[in-house]
């Protein structure tokens, strides 16, 4: 299957300052990005949509001035934490939709485990 | 809108064991659905999937599910457990565009 890279894999940061996550689509171009985060023990909650060359699209609850992203080419989507805090702390997974596939599935990233102090 | 559920929170089988997880969906066509396995903070490891035509799904690691409509049911099964299946397992639904709903995940013991 097509591969997608995440990276960090972990982070830590000080409260107040932003972190940025990148998610690559490495042997396919990927019009579309997913951006999940997952609390402990729990299930994976879907943050947003990222379109190449336009806007992400945010579901509902999910602050898009304190989660940014940018889908500035078609293999790499960009998440960016800003004034982080504790509580942002988390687990957060992309994924990507191979558009050129024979099926709509997407291809999941291994996950960055952030942890604000 | 689209939602699963995945009625057991936790089971704990014995090594050799068969294995059912059950995974029940609503959606308003016709689903895409999906099992996921994920180790202790890693990310998500695709199991099988179902798109359409034959509905017993073989994947991989001896995983099976089997897509039941007139159940909404989508359940995984395996017919013996080793214990490195030991994990979290996830069903999702999934929108042609790719986009997943996810079910509160199941987490799975393997006793020896």
């Known amino acids: 299957g097509a591969v997608v890279s995440q990276h960090p894999s972990r982070v830590i940061c000080k409260s107040g300052t932003s972190v940025k996550i990148e998610c690559r689509s490495l042997?396919?171009?990927?019009?579309?990005m997913f951006w999940y985060r997952q609390f402990p023990k729990k299930s994976l909650m879907l943050m947003a949509t990222?379109?190449?060359?336009?806007?992400?699209?945010?579901e509902q609850g999910v602050e898009k001035d304190k989660f940014l992203i940018n889908h500035a080419s078609l293999t790499l989507s960009t998440l960016t934490v800003t004034s982080a805090h504790p509580e942002d702390s988390s687990f957060y997974i992309c994924?990507?939709?191979?558009?050129?596939?024979?099926?709509?599935?997407?291809?999941f990233g291994q996950g960055t485990r952030l942890t604000v102090v | 809108a689209q939602s699963v559920t995945q009625p057991d929170i936790h089971i704990t089988v014995s090594e050799g064991a068969s294995l059912e997880l059950r995974c029940n969906y609503s959606?308003?066509?016709?689903?895409?659905l999906f099992w996921y396995v994920q180790s202790p903070g890693q990310g998500l490891q695709l199991l099988l999937k179902?798109?359409?035509?034959?509905?017993l799904v073989q994947g991989i690691k001896g995983f099976e599910a089997e897509f039941k409509r007139s159940q909404s049911s989508f359940n995984l099964r395996k017919p013996s457990v080793h214990w490195s299946d030991a994990a979290e397992y996830f069903c999702?639904?999934?929108?042609?565009?790719?986009?997943?709903?996810f079910g509160d995940g199941t987490t799975l013991t393997v006793k020896p």
């Open positions: 042997d396919f171009q990927a019009t579309t």
């Open positions: 959606y308003g066509a016709t689903p895409y």
């Open positions: 999702a639904v999934g929108a042609r565009a790719g986009k997943s709903t």
């Open positions: 179902y798109f359409s035509g034959d509905t």
């Open positions: 994924s990507a939709r191979d558009p050129q596939g024979m099926n709509t599935e997407a291809f």
């Open positions: 990222s379109n190449e060359g336009s806007k992400a699209t945010y």
